[in-house]
Structure formats: C-alpha cells, structure tokens
C-alpha cells in the first residue's frame, strides 16, 4: 500500500496537468471504443514474445517482386513494362494493423523460461499467485475486445476511456514475468546451494545474466541505430535560412508545411529501407523542421506532431487549417493564408508544389525520389522550397473593432470558419466567442481602419508575456499565441 501511495504522489505532476489538458482536448468525454480499439492485439501477437519479428521489422525491410495476390502474376509498372517491385519487412495487414513498436513485449527467451519455473516451483506462495493473477489480468487487458475484460474496465472504470492503445498493459504484462523470472532464478539457485554447490550457484545467476543479454541483444539491439548526434542536433538549411531571414524579430516568426500526409518522411522511410542501414535518405526529411525537431532547432512550427495527441482543440483546428489548401473546411483560394498571416506565419516549407505564385520563393533545396505506395515505381523529383509570407501579421497588434459569435459544440471551429471567410480583414476586427472566457460584458467599440501604432515585446516567456502598447483610443490588443483556461490579462 504504500508503495502504491508513493507511486501515485511520484505520479501525479504528471497526471493532474494531464488530466486538466484532456478536458480541453479533442479526447474531452472519453474516446469511442472504436477509437480506443483502434489497434487490436490479437491472441497470434503474442507470438511476437517468443519471436519479436515474427510479424515483420519495420526497421529492416526487403525488396521483392510485387505480386498480384488474386492472380498469382508479378505486377509491371505501366510505363515501362518491368516487373514493379515492392518492399516487405513489416507485412502491413489492413484488416488487423499492428504497430510493432507498441506491440512488442518481449522480455527474451530465458526469462520466459525462468517465469514458467517461478511459476511452478513457487505457485504455492501467495506471492507467485498474486504475480500471476496481475500477469493474467495484465494478457487480458492488452488483448482489448478479444481478451473480454477490456470492454468490463471500458465501460465501468472512470477515466478509461481516456487512454488509446490497450496493447500498453504489455507494461505490466512485462513487469509480472520479469519479477516471475527472478523468482524462478532463485528458487533454481536455491536448490543448487542446498546441495552445497555454491559455486555452482553463482555462475548460473552469472550465466543467465549472460544468456539474457545476448538474446535480447540479438533480437532487439538493432532496433534503436545509434546516429552521428552532431548531424541531427545541427540545423538544417532550412532552419538555418529561416533563422537568418527573421534575424531580430523577438518573438521569431512562425513556420508552417503543406506536407499534411508526412509525403517526404515516409519517402524517406521507404528508400531507406527502414532504419537499420544508411540514413542519409532521411535528410531531405530534416529539412522539413517538422514539429518534433523544430524545438531542437529554435524553430516555432505552429503545426502539430498528430491529429490524436493531446492539445487543446481550438490550437488543433487553427493549427490544421493552416496545412495549405489541404483541410476540406476551408474554401478553396481563402483560408489557408489568412489563418497562416493572422498567427504569425511567415515562412512556408512545400516539397509539394502547392505555393508556386503564390508566395516569392526564400530558398530551393534539392529533394528526392518518391515512391509512391511503398513500391519502386519512380516519380519524377520533386524540390523542398521555403517561402515567404509578405502578408504575415506581427505576434500582436492593435485592432478596432469586435465581434462575437455564438458558442456551439464545436466552437473552435465555429470562430475558424469566421476568419477564414472570403472578406474577413484580420487588422479591422478580432472574433470573440461567447463564454470562452474574459470577464464582464464586452465593450461595443465602433469599426474604424487598421490601427498603425506600435506594440512591442518587453518580455516573453513560456508563462509571462510582458508587451508595450501605444493605443491612440480604445481598442483590443490582439496577441496570436495559445489561450488557455487561467491565463489573465
């Protein structure tokens, strides 16, 4: 028990924060059980104990001929005549996809062996029965909907239906054998010692240690490659040209791409051959500066890592509007670069051909060759070209006049669809909804054109926002930055 409470205590500066995000997050009220579900772990899984690549390596994938499954025949490609082929490794299954870095538990061979002898030299201890009932309730949680009591814990434990990815109770499923496999090496090592063979003792504990490693070392070691750090902790061109084209501007403007299906890493991905060979495939996919890298490079990306992660859903909505001309809500020609000029969007990253003449071009760099599909088939080549937003807007500035819209059950999306109406002028109004927070009623200031006066940044932290404004009549100050419950001005 108080191992538990200590636990918890440990625990909760990260789940209050967490959980106070989740109610503001597209996951507020609980995900579906579909959505919860979404990757099941099926019983022919936990092959992959014994075998971690029995369903294929993502990190190390081969070519061969492409096969059509209905007539047995090699696939050509229809420009050439020559037989496509394709890459396997990692044998994709539409009909029950796996994720074989989530779904992989294995603890090696011979802990699964000293778990088995734990469990029969030690079942009559009441510690042995407890491991096993964790490590039974552990197998079926991880199983989902196929092993039952998933669907019981879904619906009657609070806050379950928070979480995505039963197959992370593997966790526990680990925790339970590998504390079983050390009961079992103890209880062997016992028996050995009670028949005064010491020695004997010791270099089996020696040995298992041995054998452990070198299986796990075998089957997994090659699974996370080490890199050269100096390459990727360097900035990219792009980061660099971004950095030079924004020189002095405090708080520095922000980047967007318009690769909303991640086109240039999966390209990357595949001409690598995973990730267990020669990376240089993956440095045109640097050049992205896509949200998890950004923040080594100093680089603000207003995007965001994936549409299923935790964030506030009015960040989420502004953040995907501004792929360009990719988000089906916003009316073709519009939206996308007034949302991008309203938040401080100032450079654009587009291997996809999407802005030219529309935005003066910064920097070209050279791409490479996409394959389309996972095959070998070759399309032309394609350029990684960063862009300028001449029409970006400041971080903050002074505007006119407001107006409010009506709260609705999507009420982020109901504000976007406003600023990304054809008309709608960033510097002559702001839009409010009501009852997103602010206190008291709003005042009634009359529309006017844009206000030229200044507003600079006295400080700027990750908590604190200190500005200077010159207002020449009343107003509202615009700041294009995250609103959070708790936040005042």
């Excluded at 510690?127 to 998933?150: H, I, K, P, S, Y």
Aim: overall charge negative; hydrophobic content about 45%.
């Amino acid at each position: 028990a108080w191992g538990v409470l200590l636990g918890v205590l440990l625990a909760l500066p990260q789940l209050l924060p967490t959980y106070e995000l989740t109610n503001h997050s597209p996951r507020r009220g609980g995900l579906s059980l579909e959505q919860a579900t979404e990757w099941e772990y099926r019983f022919e899984h936990l092959r992959a104990f014994i075998r971690p690549a029995a369903f294929g390596d993502p990190g190390e994938l081969d070519e061969v001929p492409h096969v059509d499954p209905e007539t047995g025949r090699a696939v050509l490609d229809s420009r050439t005549g020559e037989p496509v082929r394709k890459l396997t490794g990692f044998e994709w299954d539409p009909e029950h996809p796996m994720l074989y870095w989530e779904m992989t538990g294995s603890v090696g061979l011979l802990p699964l062996a000293l778990a088995v002898c734990g469990a029969v030299l030690g079942f009559r201890g009441r510690a042995v029965r407890a491991l096993l009932v964790v490590l039974l309730l552990a197998v079926l949680l991880t199983l989902g909907e196929n092993g039952g009591l998933f669907y019981v814990f879904f619906h009657l434990v609070p806050g379950f239906d928070l979480f995505r990815f039963h197959s992370r109770f593997l966790l526990y499923v680990d925790l339970a054998l590998a504390v079983m496999a050390g009961v079992g090496l103890t209880l062997l090592v016992e028996r050995v010692a009670a028949a005064r063979r010491r020695a004997v003792g010791a270099a089996l504990v020696s040995l298992a240690l041995v054998v452990c490693f070198v299986d796990l070392f075998v089957q997994l070691g090659d699974h996370n490659p080490g890199i050269d750090s100096r390459q990727w902790g360097t900035p990219p061109p792009t980061a660099l040209r971004v950095a030079e084209a924004d020189e002095g501007r405090e708080p520095p403007s922000r980047i967007a791409t318009s690769d909303a299906e991640r086109v240039v890493f999966t390209n990357a991905y595949y001409r690598a051959r995973g990730w267990k060979g020669d990376l240089s495939p993956y440095e045109p996919a640097r050049l992205m500066v896509e949200p998890n890298l950004a923040l080594l490079y100093d680089v603000n990306n207003i995007q965001l890592y994936h549409p299923n992660e935790l964030y506030p859903s009015w960040m989420g909505d502004v953040s995907n509007l501004t792929f360009v001309a990719l988000d089906p809500r916003v009316p073709p020609g519009t939206g996308p670069s007034t949302i991008a000029s309203l938040f401080n969007v100032r450079f654009f990253i587009d291997p996809l051909d999407t802005l030219s003449g529309r935005y003066p071009v910064l920097a070209d760099f050279p791409g490479d060759v996409r394959i389309p599909g996972g095959t070998l088939v070759e399309s032309p080549p394609y350029r990684i070209r960063l862009h300028e937003n001449p029409d970006v807007l400041p971080r903050a500035f002074l505007v006119p006049h407001a107006r409010l819209v009506r709260e609705t059950e999507e009420r982020s999306i109901a504000s976007a669809r406003e600023i990304v109406a054809p008309g709608f002028d960033p510097r002559a109004e702001v839009v409010l909804v009501e009852g997103s927070g602010g206190t008291g009623p709003v005042p009634d200031l009359p529309p006017g054109p844009p206000i030229e006066a200044p507003v600079s940044f006295v400080e700027y932290g990750p908590r604190r926002v200190r500005l200077e404004v010159r207002a020449p009549r009343d107003c509202w100050l615009f700041l294009g930055d995250t609103w959070y419950p708790g936040w005042g001005a």
